[in-house]
Antibody
Framework: QLQLQESGPGLVKPSETLSLTCTVS??????????WGWVRQPPGKGLEWIGS???????YYNPSLKSRVTISVDTSKNQFSLKLSSVTAADTAVYYC?????????????WGQGTLVTVSS | QSALTQPASVSGSPGQSITISCTGT?????????VSWYQQHPGRAPKLLIY???NRPSGVSNRFSGSKSGNTASLTISGLQAEDEADYYC?????????FGGGTKLTVL
């Protein structure tokens, strides 16, 4: 059974860079049928797609966040990572990593449990 | 402001059917059959309910069904049960971008 697990600091100071890693187990991140993505959810609000990456390193970003986001992949560790720079309180959210099946369509079929990141001094 | 428009809330009694709409544009919902729906209970990760407009993943109840007409997709839940009370989100693909709706809170009366 595929599992995804987010890890990283739960507290980040304003203007600094948020960094999270997603570890994939039970399957290979190097599959040609999937993208690997990040989705966030501010407290009490809806879901927002941040971006996705293919195992080759090809990336796609939400235009509203593109200037601050970097997603990378480490196939040797079966991990992919998110960096969000110049954070503000508006970036406080639960951050989910998820697998995107683009072979059958475009949908997130496996999700991590999510990790809360709070931006505060 | 979300790219896809959903009603903020819907409600229904046990056993009834409800429908949640998801309105986009001719560039997303209307252009691709890549609409998906997710169920999210409080404090939990979203769960895939429907993909490619009307397909159910293995293990999802056949009480959940999806459809699309023009720029609007719909999720129908039949035979409402108490456990269906949750937030529901639609999503659509457009030009290498994933969009989500603002979410709909379903209350089972």
């Amino acid at each position: 059974q595929l599992q995804l697990q987010e890890s990283g600091p739960g507290l980040v100071k304003p203007s600094e860079t948020l960094s999270l890693t997603c570890t994939v187990s039970g399957g290979s991140i190097s599959s040609s049928a999937y993208y690997w993505g990040w989705v966030r959810q501010p407290p009490g609000k809806g879901l927002e797609w941040i971006g996705s990456i293919f195992y080759s390193g090809t990336t796609y970003y939400n235009p509203s966040l593109k200037s601050r986001v970097t997603i990378s992949v480490d196939t040797s560790k079966n991990q992919f990572s998110l960096k969000l720079s110049s954070v503000t309180a508006a970036d406080t959210a639960v951050y989910y990593c998820a697998r995107c099946d683009f072979w059958s369509g475009y949908f997130f079929d496996y999700w991590g449990q999510g990790t809360l990141v709070t931006v505060s001094s | 402001q979300s790219a896809l428009t959903q009603p903020a809330s819907v409600s229904g009694s046990p056993g009834q059917s409800i429908t949640i709409s998801c309105t986009g544009t001719s560039s997303d919902v209307g252009a691709y059959n890549y609409v998906s729906w997710y169920q999210q209970h409080p404090g939990r990760a979203p769960k895939l309910l429907i993909y490619d407009v009307s397909n159910r993943p293995s293990g999802v109840s056949n009480r959940f069904s999806g459809s699309k007409s023009g720029n609007t997709a719909s999720l129908t839940i039949s035979g409402l049960q108490a456990e269906d009370e949750a937030d529901y989100y639609c999503s659509s693909y457009t030009s290498s971008i994933q969009e989500f709706g603002g979410g709909t809170k379903l209350t089972v009366l």
